[in-house]
């Protein structure tokens, strides 16, 4: 089945045939993801180095990338939501089965205190004139929300005094799409003031027809706050892996630890 999205449509998969429809889900999701590379116009001259990232990704479990955040955000972002929005059309069509989100970033998500504008203080100023970069931040405003009216949970994780730092205007949309998505969006301020710098990103956590559990997890930087040194990474397997269970540890205790909602399966409320 073709899905038409109500949004303007960034990443977009086609019809797969019986076949490919009929194969194990991380086999299909990573047709599904090769081929939205392929196929979206949109992604012009980042699409050789998006398959090269996901290839390396998904035969490996972990990719590590160190060097200017203009030279790797654009296809750290762009893989993430490309993957973000493959597994809520999956989620809709069965083949993904709980499918959880979770955003931990040092004030509220980008892609939820916008409406697809760059409105002042969104976004460092080093982003302005970085159309690459831009992209991805106007991209992701639409893509979360397609992620949400799929039905996939999404928690926004941010430490204490996060929200502040948001401008009124964007604390004024978050607080709106919160109250438009209440049945699968979450608030969650942590007691902590901080998120250690290799637990800044975003991670996902579902399962497939089996019941087996996988984690996609992002180690980024925020779009107000690009940094120069840190490396960018990405985990993608099974949890029952080490490198996968040992990321998930560390989210799950981070946490833990600082009053963030349960990252477990079948997690119904929002604490």
């Known amino acids: 089945m073709e899905l038409i999205f109500q949004k303007n449509i960034?990443?977009?998969?086609?019809?797969?045939?019986?076949?490919?429809?009929?194969?194990?889900?991380?086999?299909?999701?990573?047709?599904?993801?090769?081929?939205?590379?392929?196929?979206?116009?949109d992604l012009g001259g980042l699409?050789?180095?998006?398959?090269?990232?996901?290839?390396?990704?998904?035969?490996?479990?972990?990719?590590?990338?160190?060097?200017?955040?203009?030279?790797?955000?654009?296809?750290?972002?762009?893989?993430q939501g490309i993957i973000e929005q493959n597994l809520a059309i999956e989620l809709q069509n069965g083949k993904v089965k709980n499918l959880i989100g979770i955003i931990h970033t040092p004030t509220p998500a980008t892609?939820?205190?916008t409406n697809g504008d760059i409105s002042e203080?969104?976004?460092?100023?080093?982003?302005?004139?970085?159309?690459?970069?831009?992209?991805?931040?106007k991209a992701r405003a639409d893509i979360v929300r397609?992620?949400?009216?799929?039905?996939?949970?999404?928690?926004?994780?941010?430490?204490?005094?996060?929200?502040?730092?948001r401008t009124i205007e964007q604390q004024n949309i978050y607080h709106k799409i919160l109250k438009n998505y209440s049945n699968n969006l979450f608030d969650s301020k942590l007691e902590s003031s901080s998120i250690d710098h290799d637990l800044v990103g975003a991670s996902y956590l579902f399962e497939d027809e089996l019941g087996d559990q996988y984690l996609?997890?992002?180690?980024?930087?925020?779009?107000?706050?690009?940094?120069?040194?840190?490396?960018?990474?990405?985990?993608?397997?099974k949890v029952?892996?080490?490198?996968?269970?040992?990321?998930?540890?560390?989210?799950?205790?981070?946490?833990?630890?600082?009053?963030?909602?349960?990252?477990?399966?079948?997690?119904?409320?929002?604490?």
């Open 10 to 41: 960034f990443f977009q998969s086609t019809a797969f045939s019986p076949v490919e429809a009929s194969l194990p889900m991380k086999e299909h999701l990573r047709e599904c993801i090769l081929r939205t590379i392929g196929t979206s116009e």
């Open 47 to 79: 699409r050789s180095g998006l398959v090269d990232l996901f290839n390396e990704l998904n035969y490996t479990g972990l990719v590590s990338k160190q060097s200017s955040d203009q030279s790797i955000c654009p296809y750290f972002v762009s893989l």
């Open 111 to 113: 892609p939820l205190c």
């Open 121 to 137: 203080k969104l976004v460092d100023s080093s982003l302005l004139a970085d159309n690459s970069r831009l992209f991805t931040v």
């Open 146 to 165: 397609d992620f949400l009216d799929l039905g996939g949970k999404l928690y926004v994780v941010y430490p204490r005094g996060g929200l502040e730092k």
């Open 216 to 237: 996609f997890s992002l180690r980024a930087c925020q779009a107000n706050a690009p940094t120069t040194d840190q490396a960018w990474s990405m985990w993608y397997g």
């Open 240 to 271: 029952s892996e080490s490198h996968i269970a040992q990321r998930l540890e560390c989210l799950k205790e981070f946490l833990s630890s600082s009053g963030g909602p349960v990252f477990e399966r079948s997690n119904n409320s929002q604490n």
